[in-house]
Antibody, heavy 120, light 110 residues
């Protein structure tokens, strides 16, 4: 069965960076039609799309809001994608999700979420 | 890339129907037939309910349906059940591999 398993909760200080991993299993990680999205949800708030990576090619697209601050990478040898967010502020405190999909949608496979807390 | 506009709340009694709207622009909702809907219960990851405006993934009850007119997409839940009480989010393709979410709607079953 398809599983996306994310790394554990993180506590970071303002201006630091965080790197969250998402290990995929149960399907062909670099199948050409599969993409991985990253979505975040601040406490009590809605879902916010951050960006997308194509594991097969490594190509990425970032939401305008996060351009210059977010980097998505992948390691095909371990079927893992990574989301790194820099220059953290308290407004980046959120649960971060990876989720499989295509370019036009996110499908039904989501990671369990990783809570990132930014606090001095 | 402004968020799509959803009403903050919606409600209905068991057995009734409720419709949640999702308004965007010609650059997202109106420009593509790629609107999806997600259901999220507290503390859980979102669940995929509708894609490509009106298609249901396998396992999603046919009580859930989607439609679109111009720049506004809609999710209709018929025959409301207690377990339908959740937050609902729309998302739309916005071109160049970008997606945009709606602000979310809290559905209450009275």
């Amino acid at each position: 069965q398809v599983q996306l398993v994310q790394s554990g909760a993180e506590v970071k200080k303002p201006e630091a960076s965080v790197k969250v991993s998402c290990k995929a299993s149960g399907y062909t990680f670099n199948y050409i039609s599969y993409y991985m999205h990253w979505v975040r949800q601040a406490p009590g708030q809605g879902l916010e799309w951050m960006g997308i990576i194509h594991p097969s090619s490594g190509s990425t697209t970032y939401a305008r809001k996060f351009q210059g601050r977010v980097t998505l990478t992948r390691d095909t040898s371990t079927s893992t994608v990574y989301m790194e967010l820099s220059s953290l502020t308290s407004e980046d405190t959120a649960v971060y999700y990876c989720a499989r999909g295509g370019t036009t949608m996110i499908s039904d496979y989501w990671g369990q979420g990783t809570l990132v807390t930014v606090s001095s | 890339q402004s968020a799509l506009t959803q009403p903050p709340s919606a409600s209905g009694s068991p057995g009734q129907s409720v419709t949640i709207s999702c308004t965007g622009t010609g650059s997202d909702v109106g420009g593509y037939n790629y609107v999806s809907w997600y259901q999220q219960h507290p503390g859980k990851a979102p669940k995929f309910m509708i894609y490509d405006v009106s298609k249901r993934p396998s396992g999603v009850p046919d009580r859930f349906s989607g439609s679109k007119s111009g720049n506004t997409a809609s999710l209709t839940v018929s025959g409301l059940q207690a377990e339908d009480e959740a937050d609902y989010y729309c998302t739309s393709y916005a071109g160049s591999n970008n997606l945009v979410f709606g602000g979310g709607t809290k559905l209450t079953v009275l």
